[in-house]
């Protein structure tokens, strides 16, 4: 009986010991898929930190290209602020240019007509020939909306018609 007692004993070890090798051959496969599992995501993570780097250097880029920008806006917008002035200035000149090329042909037209030409050939301009005043009576208004002279509203000085 002893002899039954102890081959119990050893088919108990002996299952014992297989049981043992079973679960340290899973305990083994365990660890090699945690391992892989592991690894898988130590790989994904390394992969989301490069897109994120790369996303934020993208973002600082835009970052920068918007500040860049936004100095050009403010640049355009200050030209654009001192050419409309530019502009208007240059538009006023040229109308009172315009007035006085209009009443300087005026003048010399009628000058033209109520004066003999000149004998010895010399040329004058009209602002020597004619001096101008201010009109005595209501303007009347060109085409263009200018204010025109009259006759009655010139001065002969003593030089020459201007010749056109």
């Not at 530019?86 to 040229?94: G, N, P, Y």
């Not at 009259?150 to 056109?164: E, F, K, M, Q």
């Amino acid at each position: 009986r002893e002899w039954a007692k102890g081959g119990g004993k050893t088919q108990e070890v002996e299952d014992q010991r297989s049981l043992g090798e079973q679960l340290s051959r899973e305990l083994a496969d365990l660890q090699d898929e945690l391992a892989k599992i592991g690894e898988e995501a130590n790989s994904k993570i390394e992969a989301a930190n490069v897109r994120i780097r790369a996303l934020r250097g993208e973002r600082d880029d835009a970052v920068r290209e918007v500040e860049r920008r936004s100095l050009d806006v403010r640049r355009l917008v200050d030209e654009r602020d001192e050419l409309g002035t530019e502009k208007s200035k240059l538009a006023e000149q040229k109308e009172a240019l315009l007035k006085i090329v209009e009443d300087l042909h005026q003048n010399a037209s009628a000058q033209a007509y109520s004066s003999p030409p000149p004998r010895d050939g010399n040329r004058s301009t009209a602002s020597d020939s004619l001096e101008f005043s201010a009109p005595r009576t209501a303007r009347r208004f060109g085409p263009r909306g200018r204010p025109r002279l009259a006759l009655r509203d010139i001065v002969r000085t003593n030089s020459p018609p201007a010749v056109l």
